[in-house]
């Protein structure tokens, strides 16, 4: 085994909006770790489909953009920091049209194949945060410490809700409610890496917790588990 493979990770696995970014990145950050956000990979497929104009339809293209991905990620106070070919994309990434996207690439087994090995590369010493939905079923199925985060739709819609009228956007919260329980029972039900935890997974529900206690639950975990 090599010693980037040998690195220990820690897979943060869970439905939408339970607060994973900011939990991997707060962490990543107190344990001095890499940062791996396999969201903002399947978002960065998408973005670049639509920037040239590929068709979900057309696996080889898809395929070849998987190939070309030059991205990078640093944990921030306020989430995970994404750098595509060298650029900060921000918000770019987080659009609705990039999210819907996103979600129906990350529906075809063979890009999923195609992006396992992009993402094992961010295995190295120290170790690594990795956050997504089968970080810890099939990606670092061997990881020594395995988080499943968990929140209530309710709770998750609610926090959505707060974020958008911060930044001065309005959707109602019903909307909000609903559209995550349809996301979570596509997520859940398809047939390719479906959102689940992992037999070994610890499930952590931040429905009634803080930022900070979750991270120091998390934390106390790492701990636990590492020599
Ligand atoms: O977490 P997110 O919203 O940034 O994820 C974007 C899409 O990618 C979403 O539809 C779920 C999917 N995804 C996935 O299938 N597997 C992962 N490991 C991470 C995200």
Redesign the pocket.
């Known amino acids: 085994m090599s010693r980037a493979e040998s690195a220990p990770v820690l897979t943060i696995d869970g439905p939408?909006g339970a607060g994973?970014g900011t939990v991997s990145a707060r962490v990543a950050l107190e344990l001095g770790w890499n940062v791996l956000?396999?969201?903002?990979?399947?978002?960065s497929v998408a973005h670049a489909a639509l920037e040239r104009g590929v068709q979900v339809d057309d696996e080889a293209r898809l395929i070849e953009l998987c190939a070309e991905l030059d991205l990078g990620f640093s944990p921030g106070h306020d989430g995970v920091q994404v750098c595509l070919d060298g650029r900060d994309l921000g918000d770019a990434l987080r659009s609705e049209e990039v999210?819907v996207m996103?979600?129906r690439v990350?529906a075809i087994s063979s890009v999923?194949h195609a992006l396992l090995e992009l993402q094992r590369s961010f295995r190295r010493p120290p170790g690594l945060v990795a956050d997504?939905?089968?970080?810890g079923t099939v990606?670092f199925e061997d990881a020594p410490v395995k988080v499943f985060l968990d929140a209530s739709v309710r709770e998750r819609a609610r926090r959505r809700h707060q974020q958008l009228k911060e930044k001065g956007e309005s959707v109602t919260f019903d909307r909000l409610f609903r559209d995550l329980e349809a996301r979570d029972r596509r997520?859940r039900e398809r047939s390719v890496?479906p959102t689940l935890p992992a037999a070994d997974a610890v499930i952590v529900d931040s429905t009634r917790m803080s930022v900070d206690d979750v991270v120091a639950r998390i934390l106390s975990l790492v701990r636990q588990s590492l020599p």
Do not use: C, E, N, P
């Open positions: 939408s994973k956000d396999s969201g903002a990979v399947y978002r999210g996103s979600s990350a999923r997504g939905r089968d970080m990606v997520d890496a």
